[in-house]
């Protein structure tokens, strides 16, 4: 159950930005004892792939708040946030699907589900925030972007640290989300019916 709680909160991470989780494993497993990778994916705790996240991390960290750019990236990273999704699952979960040096035989077995899981879980979180994004751009003009995507980064921080140390708080976090995205839903909703109550005024006038 805690396995499957720390694959979700990683996966789900990854979902709000791919690279993040992914860092977060690899630099608790280098630094600190509060996570040992499987021996297949130890190279996650490699400094040259945690360079090459980081490089990353930085390129999205600065395009995902520039509005209609962030729209942009959200694009890309419709194949890249499940991706890393389904990697950090793995890892995360401490499943034996760590190495595929046989990809006949890892899709012939039950290896890639867990990679499987970490993709639909992080292509979920990903579609409500690629959803989200243009209602926050639209409703403060483009000026609520850095914002969303600053408390984004430091949700998937959050989310990807308490995934590792106290897995069952992942629950709340994936539950204030969609909380939060069916409240962003609703006030889009609100606000056009706002603008077309006005208009209706004015054309009456």
Do not use: C
């Not at 979902?15 to 992914?22: F, R």
């Not at 390129?59 to 990273?77: G, L, R, T, Y």
């Not at 290896?111 to 243009?134: D, E, F, N, S, Y």
């Not at 909380?179 to 603008?195: G, I, P, Q, S, T």
């Amino acid at each position: 159950m805690l396995e499957a709680l720390t694959g979700t909160g990683l996966a789900a991470s990854s979902g709000l930005n791919a690279y993040i989780p992914l860092l977060t494993m690899g630099l608790l497993a280098r630094y600190t004892d509060l996570i040992e990778l499987p021996s297949g994916w130890s190279w996650l705790s490699n400094g040259w792939v945690l360079t090459i996240l980081a490089l990353l991390l930085a390129v999205e960290f600065f395009a995902d708040k520039i509005p209609m750019v962030d729209s942009v990236n959200d694009v890309v990273q419709t194949v890249v946030r499940p991706t890393a999704g389904g990697l950090a699952f793995s890892a995360g979960s401490s499943a034996e699907t760590v190495t595929v040096s046989d990809p006949g035989q890892f899709f012939s077995s039950n290896q890639w589900v867990p990679v499987l899981v970490g993709v639909l879980i992080a292509l979920g979180i990903h579609g409500l925030k690629a959803t989200a994004r243009p209602v926050i751009n639209a409703g403060t003009a483009g000026f609520g972007a850095p914002v969303a995507s600053t408390a984004e980064d430091a949700t998937s921080v959050f989310m990807s640290v308490i995934a590792i140390v106290l897995p069952f708080l992942v629950l709340f976090f994936l539950v204030a989300m969609v909380l939060a995205f069916v409240w962003l839903v609703r006030r889009r909703r609100e606000r056009k019916r706002e603008r077309q109550a006005a208009r209706a005024a004015g054309f009456r006038v």
